[in-house]
C-alpha cells in the first residue's frame, strides 16, 4: 500500500501537461527495468511514449494508459498545488490523480506484485504509455500502435486504465466510445447599422430556427451497446463587439457524439440538409475527432468482471459512454480491449482526487486479473 501512494505521489508531482511527459514515464522506467522488463522510448514530434515488454510469447497482456494531464487553470482555484501532491481525508489530491496517474500506479504495483510471486508464467505483459492522450493525440498510442503492427506484434488482450467507474468503484467498465465529429459552422449576412436592419441581413437572426432544430433533433435511438447521438453547440461568436453594429456572420462551434448506428457522412448530410431548409448561406469545417469503436467481448472481459465481483463484489456492467480514449486505436488491430479505473467524477475538475481506499480496490482487481488470465 504504501508503495502504491508513494508511486502515485511520485507521478503526480510531474507537471506533466500534455504533451510535457515532464519525467513520468523515466519513473516507469526505472520501476519496470528493475523488474525484468525491456522498456524502450518512442518519441514522435514532441511527444515521448514508453513501450515496456516482460517475456516473448503469446498471449499478449497490455496494460495502456498516458501520463499527461490537462492544465489545472488557475492555481488559486485549488485547495492545494495542483503538482504538490496532497492526502486529505482518505484521498489522494493533485492533477492527474483520477484521469490516470492513479491507475497507472496501481498497474504497475499489481505488476510488480504479479512478477515477484510468479516469475514464469505462460504469456507476455506489456506497458503502452504516452503523454499524448489529452492533447492531439497524432504521435502518442496511435504511432505506437503502428510501429507495433510493422514489427508483427499482436497484442491479444489490453487494459486501458482510463477512469471508468461512476458513482463506486467497479460499477462499470467500458468496451467501447461513441465517436466525435466536430463542426465549424459560418453563417453568412451583411454587416450594417443596427438603425438600419433593411440594409443589412443579420445572420444570428437567421440562424436561430436552424440551430434551434438542430439541437432539438432525434439523430438517431442508439442501438443495445450504444446510446443515442447528442449533438451540442459549444462556441458562438458574432459582432464585432460594437453594440451599434449587425454583424457580418455568424461562427458557431458543434460537435456530434455518435454511435455505430449513423455514418459521418450521413450525419454530416443531415446536418447539411436542415442548415439548407433555412436557406441560410453558409459554409462548414468538419474535423472528425474520433470514430466510434467496439471491442470484441471475450475471456479478458469475462476475466475483469470476474476479478471486479471477487474484490468489490460490483456485478460490473458494459458501457460504451463518456468522451473518447486511446483504445480507439488499439481495438482495430483485433486485440480485445477494457476500460477500467477509479472514478471519472473529478477528472479535468480542480481538486481533482482519488479515494486510497479505491486506488487500493483497483490494484488488487488489477493483480487478481493477472492471476486469473496468465496463471493456468
Known sequence: MNDLITLAQDLLACPSVTPDDAGCQDILKERLARIGFHCESLRFGDVDNLWARYGTEAPLLVFAG?????????????????????????????????????????????VETFIQSTPHFSGSLAFLITSDEEGP????????MEQLQQRGIQIDGCIVGEPSSEQVLGDQIRVGRRGSLHGKLTVHGKQ????????AINPIHQSVPALTQLTQTVWDQGNEVFPQTTFQITNLHGGTGAANVIPGHLDVLFNLRFSTVLTVEALKQRVQDILDSHELCYHIQWTIGALPFLSSRGHLTDTVQAAIHTITEQHARLSTGGGTSDARFIVPTGAEVVELGVLHTTA??????????????????YLKVLERRLVY
Not at 493525440?137 to 505506437?144: I, L, N, S
Not at 479535468?348 to 488488487?364: F, P
Open 66 to 110: 498516458h501520463t499527461d494531464v490537462v492544465p489545472p487553470g488557475p492555481l488559486e482555484d485549488w485547495t492545494s498545488p495542483p503538482f504538490a501532491p496532497e492526502i486529505r481525508d482518505g484521498f489522494l489530491y493533485g492533477r492527474g490523480a483520477a484521469d490516470m496517474k492513479g491507475a497507472i500506479a496501481a498497474m504497475v504495483i499489481a
Open 348 to 365: 479535468h475538475q480542480v481538486d481533482e482526487c482519488v479515494s486510497i481506499k479505491d486506488l487500493e480496490y483497483l490494484m488488487n482487481i
Open 192 to 199: 450594417g447599422h443596427v438603425a438600419h436592419p433593411h440594409l
Open 137 to 144: 493525440a497524432h504521435h502518442g498510442t496511435q504511432k505506437v
